[in-house]
């Protein structure tokens, strides 16, 4: 007996698949080329969002009509009262630091800088980087026509906010209606109070942002400290993300005080304490009846804001991000209707001599057409044939319901769409799953401070952060003169120590012959020509290293976000579920998190060993730049294979310029280590979390790192072996 299922496609079906796939093109293809006017309209509904609460009580004295334009155009005046502020005092502080930087120059105690600022031209060279500092700083562009773009584009906005806050409801109430005849009627307040919420919360975050900004603003101009408006931005934006935003906003402050004198540092840190307390509370209030997003969600919406679209951008991100939270809370307050019974009238067969009625749930309309025999009430004409001994026929397809059809180009649509804002914003997905897995890594050490202590979550957080930022300034501070002078020193030696790679055994020879070291000299040599001649040279050196410290900076601030929120946004996240899929659901997550956390926290551990051995061994041989040396061997340690190899080869090869025997000393202790690591340790810390041979794991390294570069490669381990554990996990167990 064939029991399986036969689809059979009429000409009508694949017609009409034809057109929904072209409809869905049409659509992908408008998505990826309007993004930035999608971007517009976004914006347009935060601004209504944020204010409707506002509007709501002013329509109580007039019309509603003539409160949405007023509140709108009044909260523009206010943003553009402060932002032209705001510029003007930009500015102000640009110009000033231009005319004090020549005398700063030459004041300079150390001639070698003084020389190398003078022949770089580093006065002229600040100032055209400063070109339109104001511009950039409030619309993310230093061009004069594309500024003005920017604000007639801002003017659009009102507008647009006006008219959804006038009108939207009903289009997308007549939307909802239009995609589900029979729920969107019940959709319709869950979306309306979740936009509500999230405007709610975020018009309460920006003003109380925007008091602390200026709060900073009052405190920098008091202290006499330089930027007061750059550092009152800084302030407000970061005063936006719970839990973490004070102290990173308050921390540039604290630092340049610190430098004016021990009273300013003091009068900075008690009103940066102040306002930590103060934000904690305005935070509160601010989910009151709303939406709390936490620190994780605010830090990746401001990381994909930023990048997209600058200050507006960040502000639509977090109001999607409140909007989703939002819809999620209230999506278990709508109300179900009950379930109808629907007749499936069996055929008689040998065993039945009348046919029976099987209750069952009203199952959704979808394909239409189809043949007579078993016949399903309520599925627009879809039918089974079926025999009189069981066996199922052919299940034959005649067209695509509408309902069906707009849903899968909704879906495809904004499949695509989101992939392009990824795409758009292509540094900030890297950072974001870099982030999440040293979360997890770090999440290790703040389950095991709740475990065994009455320490609250976030409490052990704030010990966890305080313990690595101390660690890494320590370091810091100690490595950081120890670099300065060992690079003078190495510069200084350079001849030397390549004419004494000129007599190493078996290999000096060949590399005099070749001119190899020659060469090598001459380019030493021309460097600093190159460097001040050139500005190409050092503008790529100058991005690199912001685009490393930016990196590093993103990385950490939603790493601290996963330790904070994480447990919360995966309940969540689980809560958004049918609850039938919850419970399965749970189980892959804690599996993944098992296995990643496992992996990540091991793979932590073995680099700082890998770190600490290479700076101790550096120290003892007496090579030079140990710190940066044991920095990039610890980085590199976090690629699995070659990792280590590759993290071990500046060590090498500065060891050469202490001479031959300090060199091989070097090689033999590096090639003991290394052995040791990969034999005994690894096997026994991050083998065992993975369990994947050496070949997968080294293809999963190849093909992370062609896809995703550095990220991937590191990343590309853990979770293949997280897949595999989930693999594992839904295979019945062996007999």
Partial sequence: MDSGVRLQFTARFAAAAAWWVLVALALARVAISGRHAAGLVVLALTVAAVAAPSIERVQRRIPRGAAAPIVVLVGLLIVGTLATFGAQDLGA?????????????????????????????????LASALDGLPARVLTGTQSGPDAVQ??????????????????????????????????????????????????????????????????????????????????GLWVAIWSIVPFIGAPVGYAPLVLLAGVEGPIALASAVLVGLAWVVLDWMLQRFAARDAVAPGALLTAVALAIGLELGWLTGALSALFVACFALALIEERGRIPTEPTKAVSVALPPSEHQDSPDTIAGPEPAPGFAGGTSGRTM??????????????????????????????????????VVGGLSVLGAASPVPARVVLGLAVGVALHQVVDLLTRHSPIPRRVAVGIVVATLLCGAALFAALALPSVIDNTRDLTADLPAVIDD???????????????????????VDDLPAQATSNPS????????????????????????????????????GLSALPESRRLRAGEI????????????????????????????????LGIPLAALCAVWAMVWNFVPQIGGFVGGGPFLLLALTQGATTALIAAIAFVVYWQIENRVVQPVITSKAVDLSPFVAMTAVLLGAAAFGVVGAVLATPFVGAAKALFESTRPPAV
Avoid: C, K
Avoid at 540 to 558: C, N, T
């Fill in 93 to 125: 502080q640009r110009d000033e630091l231009l005319d004090a930087l020549p005398a700063r120059i030459d004041g300079l105690a150390d001639d070698d800088w003084r020389v190398f600022l003078t022949d770089l031209d580093a006065s002229e060279r």
């Fill in 150 to 231: 920017r604000t007639a584009e801002y003017l659009l906005v009102a507008f647009l906010a006006i008219y959804a806050l006038l009108g939207g409801g009903d289009l997308v109430r007549r939307l909802l209606r239009l995609a589900s005849p029979e729920h969107g009627a019940r959709w319709w307040p869950a979306v309306r109070g979740a936009a509500l919420r999230a405007g709610r919360y975020l018009g309460r975050t920006t003003a109380a942002a925007t008091v602390g900004g200026v709060a900073a603003w009052a405190v920098a101009n008091a202290l006499d400290l330089p930027g007061p408006a750059a550092l």
């Fill in 377 to 414: 009430a309520g599925t627009s004409g879809t039918t089974m044939g079926g025999t009189a001994g069981g066996t199922m026929g052919g299940t034959v397809l005649d067209g695509i319901a509408p309902r069906s059809g707009v849903l899968g180009v909704a879906v495809a649509v904004a």
């Fill in 501 to 523: 790679v000129g007599t190493l055994p078996v290999i000096g020879d060949r590399l005099s012959e070749s001119g190899f070291l020659e060469d090598v000299e001459s380019f």
């Fill in 537 to 572: 040279v050092l503008g790529r050196a100058a991005d690199s290293l912001g685009d490393g410290l930016s990196a590093a900076f993103w990385v950490l601030l939603i790493a601290v976000g996963a330790m904070a929120d994480g447990p919360r946004v995966v309940r969540t």
């Fill in 589 to 620: 997550l804690r599996t993944a998190y098992d296995v990643v956390g496992r992996y990540a926290a091991g793979s932590l551990a073995i680099a700082a060993m890998a770190g600490a051995f290479i700076f101790v061994a550096a120290l003892v």
